[in-house]
């Protein structure tokens, strides 16, 4: 048993602990956040508290931190935890720019201690399955994905919460969604190369934004087009065309608390089949498979060099957000 320290018990954080209440290959024993409503809402489902980060660190009994922080305070977290001996587990975006990423990377590798990302569309069936099936061939060459998630969530945050802020969220849909999108990309893809983004205020008042196109460029010739918005109820899509056929996946409802997916493919020649993926715990896989890794078990997943193209996308999508032209990355 891994036992962990959650650090950021708001929306997200409380999620993860919940997802892990009855998991038994890591468990949270402590959680960290600087606001008392954070730790009062957490205690009450009985997890110990503490508003000082470094009691993460100084506890003998915690192997891992879980880092559900604002942004900003993700490159330092990570590099204090590697320092302590901490394997770190870090939601999205990992960083925001290529900078952070190089110091993190660098002080995980330098201690030898695991690092995890809060990307757990790639532990979902449906998606685990398109990959092997596009790998296999099965639908020929891999031209172009296109993947819509969006969500209206944050219409009910308080206007001062930092996830609307152009400074702690710049590009907010991108943080928000449109970076797990860039995610499964890499994951089809490999290595982008240059991106055009284009970001607007068309349905809220929120200070970075609410939609968001992106089209990604990739080393082999493939493109990926993505669309990100925060003013329109939940839509999930994600579907990627081959030479030879291609293979839709579309989510029932929000990965907070999944209800399923319809999976349509079709084949030259053939008629579209569908049929429908049942609820899956994606959020704790890739929680698990961290800690299975931290064990000495199998490898993570998601290696570093694909977080830090990630992290150097996200940078250059904010920077064609802000600049509209083709961006390099």
């Known amino acids: 048993m891994i036992k962990a320290a959650i650090v950021g018990l708001g929306w997200w954080g409380r999620t993860i602990a919940r997802d892990l209440a009855t998991s038994d290959v890591i468990r949270p024993v402590l959680g960290i956040d600087p606001e008392e409503a954070g730790r009062k809402a957490a205690a009450e489902k009985g997890l110990e508290t503490s508003a000082r980060f470094e009691d993460a660190l100084e506890r003998k009994d915690v192997d891992a931190v879980i880092l559900c922080s604002p942004h900003k305070y993700h490159s330092q977290q990570i590099v204090a935890a590697a320092k302590a001996g901490k394997h770190v587990f870090c939601e999205k975006p990992l960083c925001t720019t290529g900078a952070e990423v190089d110091v993190a990377v660098a002080a995980v590798r330098a201690a030898g201690v695991k690092l995890g990302i809060g990307h757990e569309r790639r532990f979902e ?35 001062d919460n930092w996830r609307l802020s152009p400074v702690e969220a710049p590009v907010g849909p991108l943080s928000a969604t449109g970076i797990h999108l860039v995610d499964l990309s890499i994951s089809m893809f490999g290595r982008p190369t240059e991106v055009w983004a284009r970001l607007a205020t068309r349905g809220t008042n929120f200070g970075n934004g609410d939609t968001l196109s992106i089209t990604l460029g990739f080393e ?51 008629n579209p089949t569908t049929v429908f993926n049942p609820p899956h715990p994606a959020v704790r896989d890739n929680l698990e498979a961290f800690a299975r890794a931290v064990a000495g078990g199998a490898d993570y997943p998601v290696t570093l060099d694909e977080m830090t193209y990630n992290v150097r996308t996200f940078e250059a999508i904010t920077r064609s957000a802000a600049s509209g032209r083709i961006e390099k990355i």
């Open 220 to 270: 082999n010739g493939a493109t990926a087009m993505l669309t990100a918005i925060l003013a329109t109820p939940f839509i999930g899509r994600l579907a990627v065309y081959g030479s030879t056929g291609w293979m839709e996946i579309r989510d029932r409802t929000h990965p907070e608390i999944p209800t399923g997916w319809d999976v349509t493919t079709v084949h030259r020649g053939e």
């Open 125 to 159: 069936p449906a998606v685990i399955d398109m990959r092997k099936r596009f790998a296999a061939g099965e639908f020929g060459n891999p031209l172009l994905l296109e993947g819509n998630f969006s969500q209206d969530k944050f219409l009910a945050l308080p206007p």
